[in-house]
């Protein structure tokens, strides 16, 4: 789109302010004249204007959906993170529950991610486009845990007598693990 400003002249001194309002690329000429009628293309300048921030990322996981008990992933989980079209770059970080924490920077083009750690775990992308417009997306809330849960602590009480054998009735005492539900 070629974009001139209008000629001043002796009638019209002064500054002339034309306002870009609509996104896009606008090429800009400046043309004086003096009263012989001689003419000068004084500037040319190119402007370009983006005021509106990238799409959202579209994800995806693996595995899909949780794999274990109470909506429980028992593995990590693996974000595939496929930016639009419009986005030139983006941010990783995630969540520990606490706090968030950025490992990547400047990513370009589609990227996998882990959620490693046990826990709840969320991811946050923020996406740039080209002219440093940015937003903010984040991904699903993962519960994670891959751990094991502790071995219970066994008592026995009773009368032992050799070769590990017990001589009296044996009481055997099963305490629960704090990580257990049931």
């Known amino acids: 789109i070629m974009y001139f400003l209008k000629k001043i002249n002796t009638k019209n001194k002064g500054n002339e302010t034309k306002k870009i309002t609509a996104e896009g690329t606008y090429a800009a000429r400046v043309f004086v004249y003096n009263s012989a009628g001689n003419s000068r293309n004084c ?7 983006d005021k509106t921030a990238p799409d959202c990322p579209t994800i ?4 899909n959906k949780p794999n274990g008990n109470n909506n429980y992933y028992t593995s990590e989980v693996v974000l595939t993170i496929k930016p639009s079209s419009d986005t030139n770059h983006w941010d990783w970080a995630t969540d520990d529950g606490n706090s968030w924490h950025t490992y990547s920077t400047n990513v370009k083009g589609k990227q996998q991610k882990k959620l490693i750690s046990d826990g709840t775990r969320q991811g946050r992308i923020i996406v740039y486009d080209n002219a440093g417009n940015a937003r903010t997306c984040y991904t699903d809330k993962y519960k994670i845990d891959k751990t094991a849960p502790d071995c219970p602590t066994i008592k026995t009480s009773g009368t ?4 590990g054998w017990y001589t009296s009735k044996i009481n055997v005492t099963v305490s629960q693990p704090k990580d257990i539900d049931q």
């Open 43 to 49: 500037s040319v300048g190119t402007y370009k204007l």
């Open 60 to 63: 995806s996981s693996s595995p």
């Open 160 to 163: 032992k007598g050799d070769n």
